[in-house]
């Protein structure tokens, strides 16, 4: 059976400037791909190449089997497209729109109104149906533009950051009804928060200069944490074989700049290995949760200095050594 | 697919302040030239006047309205391609599956079909007068098809315009320079010299007049349609291509 997506070697220039180059791609159905890279990482353009928007200099792609270069107009009708911008014309209404786009992606004439409300429904525009889209908020705007990617049931979702000015509740609700989507079709998008890629996204490719710099599938959030690892900065730091020893770390690794990397101990909360450093008298400064795995690819794949970890940690408990508790505040 | 995307062209102009604009200034021009035809035609004695009222319409009316037409078809057009360009939109045409044909055939039937409104404005001023004179109504019908015919013709240099810039500004400009070219090349020929007829042939006011003294000729509504269907078919390769370049 062939993938719902197949790119192999795909390239894209802009009047002798490499764009895009050397992607390969192959998407099943109930996946979801995060594309990520840094601003001009030629995130825009892979999109806009798998859409149909721009034809590839070099490679081939193909959809459902069916070749985009050589039969567009079959091959698009398994593809829904939310650009970065939502495409919206502003004197339609929100019915009006989204009949429009239904008949764009050659849904027959009896079955739109029952697509449209479908598309609503799923995109909570059930209210706004007449509302003129010039007077859309920007988070119904967005809305509006998944609603459209969506309303002809395709077979692959492609959403360039689906969840830009978004406030956090619409945010989860795009969340939620991507995980949903990919229940039944391929999902590919593009965010700039890498938590939220983390967080939905079965596999991931990182861009740089428009090259592939790392491609592979996820882990969980659940074997996230499972892995349970931390960054500890201890004032008198034991030996790794002392270290080992406690029940609560299950392994350790010395870090540079007095960093330890500790694996905790399967089933135990956070707490109880920050209770036991304090315990055994080793000075405990800082308890930081390691970053997720994303974070941590990401920043290494492109060189970058990755900062403090941005995940909660577990409350510590209180020290004999007052003052160095004081900096504990730093681990979170 | 070519109806649904006219329909919503066609929508778009009437509900946008720009369509009702540009008919509102075009209606309130041409009543003006309609009320000076008449002032003039009926402040002379009959011995002194050369032509009958339907000519002095069909040339001095239907004249002006093509030279309106002329301004307004780029007006509407740059928004065509150039504005959803300029918009985002155009991403939502480009993933759909819609042939370039069908896309370029409905944004033309929309924009055309916007511009027979203009078209039809010194028809319903002529027939103001019904009853009062007799006026020629083949002429008049031959003045009409005249100034369709052109407007087609400016309707698809418009588009052409429209697909060669993402600013519709830019578009705009573009669509004048092609047409003010089309209009003084006639002049142009008579410059160099007198016996090249190309350049008279290029000329699309020189094919109007025929239409406007009452003579269909074949060889004119040749040279709207070649036109017309040269610059729509200029407009596909653009839009082919630019998903290339």
């Keep these: 059976m062939s993938s719902l997506l197949r790119v192999t070697d795909l390239a894209r220039d802009y009047c002798g400037h490499t764009a895009l180059t050397g992607v390969d791609l192959a998407l099943e159905r109930g996946s979801v791909l995060g594309l990520l890279g840094p601003n001009g990482a030629g995130k825009t353009t892979c999109l806009q190449v798998l859409s149909g928007n721009l034809a590839p200099s070099a490679g081939t792609l193909s959809i459902c089997g069916i070749d985009l270069v050589q039969a567009p107009l079959r091959a698009k009708r398994h593809l829904g497209y939310l650009p970065e911008r939502p495409p919206l014309y502003p004197e339609m209404r929100v019915d009006e729109y989204l009949e429009f786009c239904a008949r764009l992606h050659r849904i027959p004439r009896r079955q739109v109104a029952a697509a449209v409300s479908r598309a609503k429904s799923r995109c909570a525009l059930d209210e706004v149906g007449r509302r003129l889209l010039a007077k859309l908020s920007r988070g119904y705007r967005q809305r509006l533009g998944l609603a459209q990617a969506i309303i002809h049931e395709p077979d692959l979702v492609i959403l360039d950051e689906p969840t830009e000015g978004l406030d956090p509740e619409q945010i989860r609700e795009v969340r939620l009804l991507i995980r949903e989507l990919s229940a039944h079709c391929g999902v590919i998008l593009s965010s700039h928060i890498l938590p939220e890629v983390q967080e939905v996204c079965t596999q991931v490719l990182i861009l740089r200069n428009g090259r592939p710099v790392h491609q592979g599938r996820l882990a969980s959030q659940r074997e996230q944490h499972r892995s349970g690892a931390f960054r500890v900065r201890l004032d008198r730091p034991p030996p790794i074989a002392e270290l080992v020893r406690l029940p609560t770390v299950a392994s350790a690794l010395t870090g540079g700049d007095g960093l330890l990397r500790i694996d905790l101990a399967p089933g135990l909360p956070p707490s109880a290995l920050a209770r036991s450093l304090v315990e055994a008298g080793y000075g405990l400064r800082e308890l930081t949760p390691e970053r997720t795995d994303l974070e941590r690819i990401y920043f290494e794949t492109l060189g970058l200095d990755p900062g403090p970890a941005n995940l909660p940690s577990a409350p510590l408990p209180q020290d004999q050594s007052g003052p160095d508790l004081s900096a504990v505040g730093g681990a979170s | ?245």
């Design chain 2, 1 to 245: 697919m070519i109806l649904t995307l006219a329909g919503r062209e066609w929508r778009a102009g009437l509900l946008t302040p720009l369509g009702w604009v540009l008919l509102a200034a075009n209606q309130a021009v041409l009543g003006w030239t309609f009320l000076q035809v008449l002032e003039r035609f009926t402040g002379l004695e009959a011995a002194k006047r050369s032509v009958g009222l339907t000519l002095e319409l069909s040339l001095n009316l239907w004249g002006f309205a093509a030279a309106l037409s002329l301004l307004s078809a780029p007006l509407l057009a740059a928004r065509m391609f150039a504005g959803e360009r300029h918009e985002g939109s155009a991403s939502l045409l480009g993933a759909a599956p819609v042939a370039v044909a069908e896309l370029v055939l409905g944004k033309y039937l929309g924009l055309v079909g916007l511009l027979t409104l203009v078209c039809l404005i010194p028809v319903l001023l002529a027939l103001t007068l019904t009853g009062a004179v007799g006026l020629d109504p083949g002429l008049l019908a031959s003045a009409t098809l005249g100034l369709w015919l052109a407007t087609l013709f400016f309707a698809a240099v418009g588009l052409f315009a429209s697909s060669l810039s993402a600013q519709p500004g830019v578009a705009l400009v573009a669509a004048y320079g092609i047409l003010i070219l089309f209009s003084v090349v006639g002049q142009a020929g008579r410059v160099l010299s007198r016996n090249i007829g190309l350049f008279d042939w290029l000329s699309w006011n020189e094919h109007l007049l025929w239409f406007l003294i009452g003579a269909v000729r074949l060889s004119d509504i040749a040279y709207y349609s070649l036109f017309t269907a040269l610059f729509l078919a200029l407009t596909h390769r653009r839009l082919a291509n630019r998903r290339l370049v």
